[in-house]
């Protein structure tokens, strides 16, 4: 018996061989057929959602979630960096005057989020998301100019956010040149900033020892700026007011620009945490639901730790 069933087996291998081979080749056919079809149909849909989304250059450096605990981040030469408490930040950094510290020197609130000018980087901008959970997108612009001078001005010239560099040479003397370009901006299609022109600005040549270390848009509808070259055969300051920028303003006395200048504020709400002694708020704002504010460890004129905090009021 078990030598009838060997050979009967050995005996229809070839014709078991070849309805393996057909069956085989037919499944084969059926699943490519299936595997077409979905991949067709995920191609459509694919192509239905990606119509629906609007992609822009810029990629945002993180996305965060806030909520009624404090997010608290420190600014360093790497961008922001998140810290469990306001207290990590303390005795991180040595004191420094505030043209060369890392803090944000400037915010403006726009459409779609905070825009942030900081000193010795760039900009940050933070945007609301679009769902019910409150998350924030945050974005970083910088470059080695940007990195290099300090920030004497921050204003929306043509709708593009706009800074002023210029070389410090009051708290320190260095051996650098005035920035040439002086004026960045910055816009969603790229992380990267790029330079424009202000036409105000450019009777005071770079190359000839001219910065521009102050501008800013008063209450009253006008710019006001300072040209100061502090070295060289013909020092002097120049201070001017304008209404568009598109030509050289008119000269004011110091009085006039020195009036013009917006009187400290103490930046206070009662959702924002205390800071430990010697440390300050120095601007809010709202992206979204959430509460923004910016912080700093300050000593007369010098900073140390600098950087913002996000909650949920």
């Known amino acids: 018996m078990k030598s009838f069933f060997t050979n009967r087996s050995n005996q229809n291998e070839p014709v078991i061989r070849k309805f393996l081979f057909i069956t085989n080749k037919i499944l084969f056919i059926i699943l490519f057929l299936i595997c077409f079809s979905s991949c067709a149909r995920n191609e459509e849909k694919s192509a239905e959602v990606s119509s629906l989304i609007k992609w822009s250059g810029a990629y945002p450096l993180a996305i965060l979630q806030a909520g009624t605990n404090p997010l608290w981040f420190q600014l360093t030469e790497d961008g922001p960096v998140h810290i469990e408490a306001i207290e990590d930040a303390a005795d991180i950094y040595a004191f420094a005057p505030w043209p060369y510290a890392r803090h944000v020197r400037f915010i403006r609130e726009t459409r779609d989020g905070i825009v942030m000018a900081v000193n010795r980087d760039g900009f940050l901008k933070l945007t609301p998301g679009q769902g019910r959970t409150p998350d924030i997108s945050m974005y970083r612009f910088t470059s080695d100019a940007l990195r290099t001078y300090s920030i004497g001005g921050f204003i929306f010239y043509d709708d593009l ?89 008119v000269e004011i006395s110091v009085d006039v620009f020195f009036n013009s200048i917006p009187r400290e504020t103490v930046f206070s709400n009662p959702s924002l945490p205390p800071l430990p002694q010697g440390f300050a708020y120095t601007s809010t704002g709202r992206v979204g639901g959430i509460l923004f504010a910016s912080w700093e460890e300050q000593e007369d004129f010098s900073v140390a730790a600098a950087g913002f905090v996000l909650i949920k009021p």
């Open 161 to 249: 956010p706009a800074v002023v560099l210029y070389l410090d040479d009051i708290f320190q003397i260095q051996d650098l040149s005035p920035p040439k370009p002086r004026v960045w901006s910055f816009n969603m299609n790229s992380n990267t900033p790029f330079p424009i022109t202000i036409p105000a600005l450019n009777y005071f040549p770079e190359e000839e020892g001219w910065n521009i270390d102050s501008l800013r848009l008063a209450d009253n509808g006008f710019y006001y700026y300072r040209a100061a070259r502090r070295r060289g055969n013909d020092p002097g300051v120049k201070m001017f007011r304008s209404t568009n920028l598109e030509q050289e303003g």
